[in-house]
T-cell receptor, first 115, second 110 residues
């Protein structure tokens, strides 16, 4: 199988602080990783796509300076929510895949609450 | 609306019955993937079907793809209470571009 691990599974932070979320592919090398946001009872919204060693590609309307994505290796991508505000509270999920036109496997998600 | 819209939005059936969910999309795709999500959890990959494929099976799951109608269906046979979850289709309509539908909430009553 293909396992993607996301950490932490939940985090509570104060308004104005930054939070880092990690996404790791445990048993395969991921050429591409994806970051999504999901609001309660809604579908997933693609935020950005990252390839190892290159800059992330952000979807329209997603602030790249607010949601910093780093894809340092073929098994690790990080999403940093900078200067978090209560409206950033959401469920963030990553996915990863080996190559183009193949299955994308998801992490367990991170519940972010900004107070 | 966006690609990959599922219907019905909600489906309630008895254990042992079959469940069928549909997904429609608007533009050509590279592939379509079905996922299951239990409440508050990550997504579990079920099946990927590429644009040149018409049908795929995996255990009790059967997925069809009709590119002429731009639609796909997911059939779960002999459903179990453990199948209760939300099911999403995701269309890859361009390189690394995915859209997820709004999902079908399936409730299987024991």
């Amino acid at each position: 199988g293909a396992v993607v691990s996301q950490h932490p599974s939940w985090v509570i932070c104060k308004s104005g602080t930054s939070v880092k979320i990690e996404c790791r592919s445990l048993d395969f090398q991921a050429t591409t990783m994806f970051w999504y946001r999901q609001f309660p009872k809604q579908s997933l919204m693609l935020m950005a796509t990252s390839n190892e060693g290159s800059k992330a590609t952000y979807e329209q309307g997603v602030e790249k300076d607010k949601f910093l994505i780093n894809h340092a290796s073929l098994t690790l991508s990080t999403l940093t929510v900078t200067s978090a505000h209560p409206e950033d509270s959401s469920f963030y999920i990553c996915s990863a895949r080996r190559q183009e036109n193949t299955e994308a496997f998801f992490g367990q998600g991170t519940r972010l609450t900004v107070v | 609306s966006q690609q990959g819209e599922e219907d019905p939005q909600a489906l309630s059936i008895q254990e042992g019955e079959n469940a069928t969910m549909n997904c429609s999309y608007k533009t050509s795709i590279n592939n379509l993937q079905w996922y299951r999500q239990n409440s508050g959890r990550g997504l579990v990959h079920l099946i990927l079907i590429r644009s040149n494929e018409r049908e795929k099976h995996s255990g009790r799951l059967r997925v069809t793809l009709d590119t002429s109608k731009k639609s796909s269906s997911l059939l779960i046979t002999a459903s179990r209470a453990a199948d209760t979850a939300s099911y999403f289709c995701a269309t890859e309509y361009n390189f690394n571009k995915f859209y997820f539908g709004s999902g079908t909430k399936l409730n299987v009553k024991p």
